[in-house]
């Protein structure tokens, strides 16, 4: 497929594995924020191309598993309820909440649906006027967008019966959540490709300078990532703390321009809760007060919701970038993807089931 | 969680089952040891391949039984009658079987479209015709609406194992070749094409084939086979690590050797799925050793069901049961066996 | 987080709902996407495809820089080699 075989090419990543043998001199730790780019990483086993001296630590990017406990227990709630259709992308639908997970809802006869698109879940709730139509929107700035459009739709539509239960976090303040933390070891970042498609980069620039790191914008292919890697170790070693695109082809700097009008017409800031990491202020989206319709914390009358990730689970740390999954002592063994304590285990994106599937460290 | 040996009902974590104890991966695997091998365990179920191989006054036959579920049960390039006859088929084939008798078990929903029932029954005629098989005995039943998914159908299956082969998972040995019939996942992606909430428009066709033709083929070329299986559910992984397992082996294949058309490639990048994981109806792995390789390789081309036949990996080592992949780009990853359903990876 | 695919845009047509879509073709298989937010659409265009969402058209000529500098470093690589085994 064009744009994407390119960007698997065997000799290209020799080269460049090649190349940033060459340019490396002192030891990094970068992290990839992404959770797309964590699968690559893993998929393609792209640290045995790296020398030694450079450590890939895995950040906070998948929304699967940053979706708070509490959030997750409130979509299982709602999802219970015998008016309800739950409609949600497919990796959502196996996160462990405090007792159950989605799937076990559908199990119990509930009306769980996966979907594509949210565009879909509005159709769902078009031709079933008489249910309520629920779309668990969690994602990044990438899906936000999506996610307002189907709100936007849904209210050009008239339609009485769809709601979101919204989730959304944003990158920037998780980045300077982890930098101002007393235990970065963090000396760069490969900063999401996707995300940046959408919002641009010109927000990542003073972070760089604030912390003093480089960030290089970088792509999903194997290639992009080996090339986003090479890029940040050449800035780390000329000392030079600026924001560089490896992502060009699909990156602009000031992103696209329509799909950030739709994110400030449909929500607003706000501070949100990830799982593992907890509060960080200014770090999510919520609906505006003017599409409350359409917001299904506020339709449905759910509990404030109080529970606590199980003890033993290092997720947050492992979210933080500060431990790898083989660090914790319930990898593999109490938690597997089949029995996951943590969310970093569910999705195919988090860091502890990308461990498990593709770099599985014998366990005795 | 540790389970006592004298504990009574072995359960899972799980109180419920779920989808994913039928997905062919670790958890059909959990249900499969924990529940049926505890009970049931013996002889022949423990060696846990397609089918139970036995003796009857010198005369070997292979025995083995599948159920039939899919959803739609109309898709294209099949439907649940010609899956039900070509997978016993099949099984019975890797067995080193030649497919003699078929029964079949019908649970119909009651107001399935007799048009609909016909047209299942006219497509086994065909697959059986095909595969020189005779379906010899059969039920049916009709429950009430609500509580079928249309029709399911349960087909068993016996035949006679060729004389004097013996294939196994423990005949299998370092050096060993590994040789796939064709192109992977076409069934499973033809399957999700037509899912509510995931369609997407493609040519993609079901593979679905009876493949004891080729697996004649084969054997006429070749007493040097160690094993082969038809990688269904669970798709190619879940079968190599299967076989790794019960002949505990170190298998490697190549990401570049393993056939995958443009658009199931397609098909998989846009909803996060792996190919490796999706389920093949008319594919077959053969392990067969390094010196007849080349010859094995040139029968299946021969055969209609194999012209698109390769070399995708090797047995590197005993003594250790795991599969690796030589990646695209020239890495080496660990290709594990499938937790649960795969879902879609969208956000 | 964020899967996104390049397609190739085939059509471009107003959607039931008066919105701006196209038939996006990724390998032979092809979806009905969103492609309200890209000016200038024209069909063969290639987009960046995310939950039934275009985010943005791929741009050619930054592609083929990127793999052109690729090349070149593969290219260097070789010499250096080639020095290394004169040596």
């Known amino acids: ?364 | 969680m540790e389970f006592q040996l004298s504990c009574p009902i072995p359960k899972s974590e799980y109180e419920k089952v779920l989808l994913a104890h039928g997905g062919g991966g670790t958890l059909t695997h959990q249900l499969i040891s924990k529940m049926f091998l505890n009970q049931f365990g013996n002889e022949y179920l423990n060696e846990l391949h397609d089918g139970a191989i036995f003796e009857i006054s010198g005369n070997k036959f292979a025995f083995t039984t599948d159920s039939y579920v899919v959803n739609p049960i109309f898709f294209p390039g099949g439907n649940i009658g010609e899956l039900a006859i070509n997978g016993t088929v099949n099984d019975l084939a890797v067995c080193g079987a030649k497919p003699l008798f078929i029964s079949a078990g019908f649970i119909i929903e009651e107001g399935l479209e007799i048009e609909e029932l016909w047209q299942i029954v006219l497509s086994m005629k065909k697959a059986a015709d095909e595969a020189g098989v005779m379906i010899v005995t059969g039920d049916t039943k009709v429950v009430e609406k609500g509580k079928g998914d249309k029709i399911f159908i349960n087909t068993s299956g016996i035949g006679l194992v060729y004389e004097g082969l013996e294939i196994s998972p423990k005949k299998v040995k370092s050096g060993d070749v590994i040789i796939i019939n064709g192109r992977i996942a076409e069934h499973g992606i033809a399957i999700m094409s037509e899912r509510e909430g995931l369609e997407f428009e493609t040519k993609i066709k079901s593979d679905t084939a009876p493949l004891n033709g080729l697996v004649e083929d084969i054997l006429k070329v070749s007493n040097k086979i160690s094993v082969m299986r038809d990688p269904t559910r669970g798709g190619l992984a879940s079968a190599l690590n299967e076989i790794a397992s019960s002949a505990n082996v170190k298998i490697e294949i190549y990401e570049k050797e393993i056939p995958v058309s443009e658009e199931v490639m397609g098909a998989c990048e846009i909803l996060g799925l792996d190919p490796l994981y999706i389920a093949n109806e008319g594919k077959i792995l053969v392990f067969v050793d390094e010196s007849d390789a080349e010859k094995v390789l040139d029968a299946m081309k021969k055969n209609p069901h194999g012209k698109e036949s390769r070399i995708i990996g090797k047995v590197i080592e005993e003594g250790l049961s795991l599969v690796t992949m030589k990646t695209l780009i020239g890495s080496t990853r660990i290709v594990d066996m499938i937790s649960g359903e795969q879902l879609p990876r969208i956000c | 987080m964020c899967l996104a695919v390049p397609g190739k845009v085939e059509e471009i047509y107003e959607g039931t709902d008066l919105i701006k879509m196209a038939k996006v073709n990724f390998g032979g298989v092809k979806k009905d996407v969103c492609v309200a937010w890209i000016p200038d659409l024209q069909v063969g265009d290639y987009v960046l495809v995310h939950v039934g969402f275009a985010l943005n058209k791929i741009d050619e000529k930054e592609a083929m820089e990127t793999l052109r500098i690729l090349k070149e470093m593969g290219e260097l690589n070789e010499l250096d080699q080639s020095n290394e085994s004169e040596q």
């Open chain 1, 1 to 364: 497929m064009k744009y994407l075989s390119e960007f698997r090419n065997p000799e290209a990543a020799q080269n460049l594995a090649l190349k940033i043998k060459e340019v490396t001199k002192r030891n990094w730790t970068i992290m990839e924020v992404c959770g797309g780019q964590t699968h690559s990483i893993l998929k393609y086993n792209i640290d045995e191309l790296l020398p030694d001296k450079i450590r890939l630590i895995h950040g906070p990017g998948c929304p699967v598993c940053v979706t708070s406990l509490e959030m997750i227990d409130k979509a299982i709630e709602i999802a219970s309820q015998p008016d309800v259709i739950f409609t949600s992308f497919g990796d959502m639908l196996r996160v462990p909440g405090s007792k159950l997970d989605l799937l076990s809802v559908k199990a119990n006869g509930g009306d769980v649906r996966m979907v594509y698109s949210p565009l879909d879940a509005v159709k769902i709730a078009q031709s079933n006027p008489d249910k309520k139509v629920v779309f668990f929107a969690v994602g990044f700035e990438t899906t936000a967008p999506a996610n307002g459009m189907s709100v936007l739709r849904a209210k050009e539509l008239g339609l009485k019966n769809y709601s979101i239960l919204c989730s959304h976090v944003l990158v920037p303040p998780a980045i300077e959540a982890l930098m101002s933390g007393f235990n970065s070891s963090i000396n760069g970042f490969l900063a999401a490709g996707h995300v940046c498609t959408v919002m641009g980069y010109e927000e990542y620039l003073p972070l760089a300078e604030k912390y003093k790191i480089p960030i290089v914008v970088t792509g999903f292919e194997p290639i992009d990532i080996l090339q986003g890697i090479l890029k940040c170790v050449t800035l780390l070693e000329e000392g030079k703390n600026i924001v560089e695109n490896q992502y060009s082809r699909v990156v602009r700097k000031e992103g696209n321009l329509a799909a950030k009008e739709v994110i400030k017409k449909v929500f607003e800031i706000t501070d949100r809760k990830w799982r593992g990491i907890g509060l960080i202020p200014k770090s999510g989206l919520k609906l505006k007060d003017e599409f409350s319709d359409f917001d299904a914390e506020k339709i449905f009358d759910i509990k404030n919701l109080q529970v606590d990730e199980p003890e033993v689970c290092i997720a947050g740390e492992v979210l933080q970038g500060l431990k790898l999954p083989i660090e914790c002592p319930a990898f593999g063994k109490e938690c597997t993807p089949e029995n996951p304590l943590g969310a970093p285990m569910v999705s195919s994106e988090g860091a502890c089931a990308a461990y498990f599937h593709y770099k599985k460290v014998k366990i005795n």
